[in-house]
């Protein structure tokens, strides 16, 4: 068996080294709002990278900031300070488009099918529609959306909303992908499977990934490294190298030790927040 991970930020060292050819950099990044007249400070001198096929989670308390660090990578919202690079060039709200994101609201068209909402990403890049719907339809099988392809959105469970958001993302062929919380309204048992399909989607495609998600055992489960934000504003208190064999269980020693020392940093971080 080997050792669980040892931990880098303000508490911990990491081992190891450093990720390859970095697809994502971010250096100090610093986000604030607007609020009631004054400024609420959202980011705070965040730093992170995401190498080349590299899956990379996010995890931190509601609020912390997160969704907003997704917006700037996505080139949704521009960010008040610090360096982001994709591929190398710098990330800016006219560079749109450079990035497939699952945003947290799953934000189907109503008035478009579920295999034609899947298929959004791939026509905005130019596929034709014929092809785009068969590799769509597909992809929709292996999620469980066979049979539902010409069904509207209002139509399904929230779940399975999600599970077609996640479709339209992962079939945007983008050098990163950004997950926001893409299993949040699953249940258990489909968010083992959706997180199964994830992990065969990396090996067999080699995608790089950063994904968000409040769940400790999610990201044991799927990551490569774990960045552990803060309560706002956010800013980078662990980093986290998983170096563990998969597929990983749930039970097995160093998932649940790896875990546990997460839940340490968390909480630690929540009382601090309280205090
Ligand atoms: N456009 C905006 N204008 C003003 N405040 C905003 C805006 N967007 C986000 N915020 C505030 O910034 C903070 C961080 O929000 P964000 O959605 O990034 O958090 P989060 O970490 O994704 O939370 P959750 O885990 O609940 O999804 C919150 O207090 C939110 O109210
Ligand atoms: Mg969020």
Known sequence: MRAPPRFRGRRFLLRGALPMAAVLEIRGLVKRFRRDGGWLDVLEDVSLTVGRREFVALLGPSGC???????????LIPADAGALRLEGTPIDTVARGRVAYMQQKDLLLPWRTVID?????MEIQGVARAPARARAREMLRRFGLEGFERAYPAL??????????LVRTLLCDRHLLVLDEPFGALDAMTRRAMQGYL???????GRTV?????DVEEAVL???????????PGRVRA???IDLPRPRQPTGDAVVSTKARLLDVLEAELAEARA
């Open 199 to 205: 992990l065969r989607l990396r090996e067999e495609f």
């Open 117 to 121: 909402n899947a298929i959004l990403g």
């Open 239 to 241: 980093e986290v190298a």
């Open 65 to 75: 900031g997160k969704s907003t660090l997704c917006n700037i990578v996505a080139g």
């Open 210 to 214: 950063l994904f968000v998600t409040h």
């Open 156 to 165: 399904l469970s929230g779940g399975m909303r999600q599970r077609v958001a």
């Open 222 to 232: 799927l990551a490569d490294r774990i960045y552990v934000l803060s309560a706002r």
